[in-house]
Antibody, heavy 121, light 107 residues
């Protein structure tokens, strides 16, 4: 079955750009039936959707982060990536990638295990 | 954004207990409501989608109900592996938003 795995630096300095990659295995990221999303969870807080990408490259972002977020896809590597610029301590969180079923009613399944990113000098 | 409010924030229960978690939306979301289970260090797991549809492979002890603004996740007989944090999520409006979570602990 499809599995997702996040990777990237665990420590980022303030004002720099956080970059993460999600590798999809067990299925093609080019399947037309799905979007590919990023979600994060700061310690002790709730889940926050960051944004999504379709294999065509079209994206949607959370308005709260839109000015700092870029999500891209590399179908040849079966990967999609997150860049979050100008990070602060408030961006310290566990970052998850997930597959999102397309359709009027949609859900996230499966998810990656998550990767902790700490913003600190 | 649509706000999702879960209650309680935490609960203590024993194996075999019936557990009910409530999720309330700030506006009507029809049945655009999903439930997830989260254990420490693990990926969130989809339990229920579209308010009441059981995800494949999820035990039938889990069920969901509701529409509009009020929703319920019920565990009919709590098992040791069910101790976790549960989140509701609305997908009626973008951005999709989550409740703050309900932690189910062992009594």
């Amino acid at each position: 079955q499809v599995q997702l795995q996040e990777s990237g630096p665990g420590l980022v300095k303030p004002s720099q750009t956080l970059s993460l990659t999600c590798t999809v295995s067990g299925g093609s990221i080019s399947s037309g039936s799905y979007y590919w999303s990023w979600i994060r969870q700061p310690a002790g807080k709730g889940l926050e959707w960051i944004g999504r990408i379709y294999t065509s490259g079209s994206t949607n972002y959370n308005p709260s982060l839109k000015s700092r977020v870029t999500i891209s896809v590399d179908t040849s590597k079966n990967q999609f990536s997150l860049n979050l610029s100008s990070v602060t301590a408030a961006d310290t969180a566990v970052y998850f990638c997930a597959r999102e079923a397309r359709g009027p009613k949609y859900w996230f399944d499966p998810w990656g295990q998550g990767t902790l990113v700490t913003v600190s000098s | 954004d649509f706000q999702m409010t879960q209650s309680p924030s935490s609960l203590s229960a024993s194996v075999g207990d019936r557990v009910t978690i409530t999720c309330r939306a700030s506006q009507s979301i029809s049945s655009y409501l999903n439930w997830y289970q989260k254990k420490p260090g693990k990926a969130p797991k989809l339990l229920i989608y579209a308010a009441s549809s059981l995800q494949s492979g999820v035990p039938s002890t889990f069920s969901g109900s509701g529409s509009g603004t009020d929703f319920t996740l019920t565990i009919s007989s709590l098992q040791p592996e069910d101790f976790a944090t549960y989140y509701c999520q609305q997908t009626y409006s973008t951005p999709p938003t989550f409740g703050q979570g309900t932690k189910v602990e062992i009594k």
